[in-house]
């Protein structure tokens, strides 16, 4: 996989490793983002995206990572106070963003390493004093997935509750029926699980969410959902696409509806069974607690105590594999294994073979 046989391999938990066809697809010559050539890519991949999200609405492309969709949801859809479900990293930030973005917001501050549950969010939202939820499915800093199917099943119970769901590293790794769960916007980023390169997001959103957005002022431009809404009745974006990424995407979908979906969860659920046979043969723990692990990388508690950043080290000068170190207040304390995108029985396999040969030799 990648460009160059020789470059360091990642098993990070993104960027991930681009395949020879996706970087081929990036070099499609290029095509005016105001032509029919450019209709007719934005509208070929619709019904592809639309079953990747599970739904009938809109699938939308944004030229940002996914935290400009973040962000832009909290401008859309916040009127009075955004409860912010913070378990990790990245969940944590969401609460930053809504203040910067002028929102009244209050964290629901869950410890790392565990997961968001239903009742938790029932508990603050039944008091009225909230219109809008944010949660980071699978929060890639701890490895924990959260029961989005138990919370999209709360959604429906407070429809006047707007809620946001990110995906970043969970979508296309495990399913995310938008539709079948209820939430009002499903959100992800290009360089996770899709193994496409950073800088395109991908989100979807309920027509209850665009009813609200219709309400709110100070939307903004760049982000605003009914500008979206209305390019895209036209096959258009509200401003100029990432084409490039665009046409790595369409690829990225063949290539994902060849496996098929059911085949693609499949094959990355038993990948990271794979490493995770490997934490338990090594004698390290899981960061996540058991039913809450995430499918699409691992979080590995350094409960031994080895030298991460040694460990690290020889993986990379080795066997040109890099892993992550931990992230945040976790760093050093954990480690992170990737198996999302394209890799395969053997790839996760010879990567386990590197991580035992470097632990040996720790």
Request: with cysteine; aromatic share 10%; hydrophobic share 40%.
């Amino acid at each position: 996989m990648g460009a160059k046989t020789d470059h360091i391999r990642l098993y990070i938990p993104g960027p991930i490793e681009v395949s020879d066809k996706t970087f081929e697809a990036l070099a499609t010559p290029m095509i005016g983002h105001r032509s029919k050539d450019f209709q007719s890519l934005y509208a070929g991949i619709q019904p592809m995206l639309q079953e990747a999200f599970g739904t009938r609405q809109p699938v939308f492309l944004s030229t940002s990572s996914a935290w400009g969709v973040m962000e832009g949801a909290i401008r859309n859809l916040v009127k009075t106070k955004v409860l912010n479900c913070c378990n990790g990293a990245f969940s944590d930030k969401w609460l930053d963003v809504s203040r910067r973005c002028g929102k009244e917001a209050e964290a629901l501050q869950v410890e790392w390493g565990q997961p968001i549950r239903a009742a938790q969010i029932e508990e603050k939202i039944k008091t009225g004093e909230f219109d809008t939820v944010t949660l980071v499915h699978n929060e890639t800093s701890t490895g924990v997935m959260s029961p989005l199917d138990e919370i999209g099943e709360l959604s429906r119970r407070y429809p006047d509750v707007m809620f946001i769901a990110d995906s970043v590293s969970g979508f296309s790794v495990v399913p995310t029926p938008f539709d079948a769960l209820g939430i009002d916007v499903l959100l992800t980023g290009s360089q996770k699980a899709l193994a496409l390169p950073p800088g395109l997001g991908l989100f979807t959103v309920s027509d209850a969410a665009f009813a609200r957005a219709e309400t709110v002022n100070d939307r903004g431009y760049y982000f605003d959902f009914i500008e979206f809404r209305a390019n895209q009745k036209n096959d258009m974006t509200p401003s100029t696409p990432v084409i490039p990424h665009i046409y790595a995407l369409r690829s990225k979908l063949d290539d994902i509806f060849a496996e098929g979906l059911e085949n693609r969860y499949a094959r990355h659920a038993k990948l990271n069974a794979m490493v995770h046979d490997w934490v338990s043969a090594n004698g390290f723990e899981f960061f996540a607690p058991e039913g809450f692990r995430s499918k699409a990388l691992t979080c590995v508690s350094n409960n031994r105590g080895i030298d991460t950043a040694a460990f690290l080290g020889l993986l990379k000068t080795n066997h040109r594999i890099a892993i992550d170190g931990g992230y945040g207040k976790i760093k050093g304390k954990t480690f992170r294994i990737s198996n999302m995108g394209d890799e395969t029985e053997e790839s996760i396999g010879g990567v386990i073979a590197a991580l035992d040969d470097s632990l040996a030799k720790l």
